[in-house]
Every structure is written in C-alpha cells, then in structure tokens.
C-alpha cells in the first residue's frame, strides 16, 4: 500500500522553528518529486514548497521563502521541511504529497499533478 505519512508538527511561539517529516511506503521516492502544501481554516490549500527527484532543486511560496528549507533522504525515503522564523500565519495542517515526475519541479500551484497525499500534520504558531 502506498502511503505517505507526516510527523513533526506541533504548537511553537512566533519566531520559533519545526522540521516536518514526510515518510513513504509501499514506493520508492527516489522517483519522485514532492511538493509540501498547506490549508488553514477557511482557506484553500496552497503549496509551500516543491523539490525535484534529484532534490537538486527547489521552489518556495513568496511567503515562506528564505524562512523554509525542503530537503530529501532518499536512503531513508523521507523528506523533510525545516520551518524557521515560524509566523502566526504559518499556522495550517501542512500535507506532503508526490508526483513522479522527470526533470525539474512539479508545480506549485496545481494539487491535481499530486496522486500520493499524506493525511497531514497540524503546525499552530502561537503565544
């Protein structure tokens, strides 16, 4: 069964930092490019940041850029987003999710070129 599961969330104080992990099974995500997402209350999801198979290259939402790092250990099949200088707006559920994909990155912007969905982990940022 292919599975991707979250962990690493959690409630931080405004400033503060987390590093989510994104874990599969069942597949190899050395073929694959990840994206990871996030949808807070009220909101549509949004993509946060996508890295390429080789994780050779990444692309960020403005809002989290230079504050986000995404990182892949394809030896332990788990990605990995480093959240520093965490914001009150940086509060969401935070899915990760994967696409094989070729050269480069997937989009950003656009959840249907995702078939592989983890169900989520929770970041609140808050006093």
């Known amino acids: 069964q292919l599975q991707l599961v979250e962990s690493g969330g959690g409630v931080v104080q405004p400033g503060g930092s987390l590093r989510l992990s994104c874990a599969a099974s069942g597949f190899n995500l050395e073929y694959h490019a990840l994206g990871w997402f996030r949808q807070a209350p009220g909101k549509e999801r949004e993509g946060v940041s996508v890295?390429?198979?080789?994780?050779?290259?990444?692309k960020y939402a403005d809002s989290v850029k230079g504050r986000f790092t995404f990182s892949r250990d394809n030896d332990k099949n788990t990605v990995y987003l480093q959240m520093n200088r965490l914001k009150p707006e940086d509060s969401a559920v935070y899915y990760c999710a994967a696409t094989p994909w070729g050269y480069g990155t997937p989009p950003l912007d656009n959840t249907r070129e995702y078939p592989y969905w983890g169900r989520g982990t929770r970041v609140t940022v808050s006093s």
């Open positions: 890295i390429s198979v080789s994780g050779g290259s990444t």
